[in-house]
């Protein structure tokens, strides 16, 4: 596997730096159009609709467009984005593990220890399992500003991007309001043959057909030489890696950052300062993600 991002974990004061990759991939054949006269492939191409020149993609901005009037953010104004400099993870809070709706659940990615001593990754990893506890996190990843779910597969952390709230439709069906009368028979019914059909999960027990018989068809197209010749291949898009840092006196960071949280509880500015005691604070509520007014295009 290749990284497709490097930077650090933060949690505190501790930095734990990871490399990042895709833990999965489509397994499905890769086609691309023809002509049927001849077999030429089909191109596309990128044209202006003012001067209908073909445009080089190096040459292509972004921009918004509300319906009347329309915005060009170019390159520069992308860059300038605080989140597209950070190459930070950051932990913003640790929730328990059966609170996250799977609804939410996008991409994942597996993180990799990028540092001489693993300690600090498999002290996260090891907390995450005994605590039974998810980190939600922040960071960047491909122009775009990501929140996540930390949480253990295996011996692995594996990010999960998460969609936000506002992405999630509700689910309103009318044919659903109506009250619905099941007797105890017809549940009883039900359970029975939800039992009968009951098994341990195996993902490997399962194959996609479809793909399958695509692949024997193809194999059998080329054993009667019924193939022309490729002319041409896809190129390929490498996508930029950054380095990250080294993690700094473990237990120091981890015992400053418990202390740190410790005198904001109290409001305290010195972590030594002794304060009277005070009636327990209440529980902080999670600050909802802003909704963007605007979508570049």
């Known amino acids: 596997m290749r990284a497709i991002w490097k930077g650090a974990l933060t949690f505190g ?17 890769s086609l691309h159009q023809v002509h049927n006269k001849d ?8 044209i202006c609709e003012i001067d209908g020149e073909v445009v080089p993609y190096a040459d292509i901005d972004r921009a918004y467009d509300d319906g009347e009037r329309t915005v ?21 809070e640790f929730v328990p593990s059966d609170q996250l709706d799977p609804i939410l659940f996008d ?25 039974d506890r998810t980190a939600i996190v922040r960071f960047s990843l491909r122009q775009k500003t990501r929140l996540a779910a930390l949480r ?7 990010l999960q991007t998460l969609r936000w709230a506002d992405e999630v439709r509700e689910a309103a069906f009318p044919s659903l309001d109506e009250p619905v ?5 017809e549940l009883e019914l039900s359970a029975s043959l939800v039992d009968s059909f009951a098994a341990d999960f195996d993902p490997a027990a ?9 692949r024997t068809l193809i194999d059998a197209k080329l054993e009667k030489g019924d193939a022309i010749d490729t002319a041409q291949t896809f190129g390929e898009h490498d996508e930029a890696e950054a380095g990250g840092g080294e993690v700094i006196d473990l237990m120091e960071a981890l015992r400053a950052s418990v202390e740190r949280s410790r005198a904001a509880r109290t409001g305290s500015s010195d972590p030594g300062e002794k304060k009277p005691a005070k009636k327990a604070p209440a529980t902080k509520k999670e600050a909802a993600p802003k ?4 979508k570049a295009s």
């Open 206 to 214: 399962f194959t996609d057909d479809y793909q399958e018989e695509l």
């Open 72 to 92: 060009v953010l170019t390159k520069e104004d992308i860059e300038s984005l605080p989140a597209e400099r950070s190459r930070e993870i950051d932990v913003v």
């Open 181 to 185: 009368r099941i007797s105890a028979k």
């Open 152 to 158: 253990v597969h295996g011996d692995v952390l594996v």
């Open 291 to 294: 909704k963007k007014s605007a």
């Open 39 to 46: 077999g030429g492939r089909i191109r596309y191409q990128r």
């Open 107 to 131: 991409n994942a990615y597996y993180l990799e220890p990028d540092s001489a001593s693993p300690k600090a990754y498999v002290l996260l990893r090891r907390t995450l399992e005994e605590t």
């Open 13 to 29: 004061l501790v930095n734990v730096p990871v490399k990042v990759y895709a833990a999965t991939e489509d397994h499905d054949v």
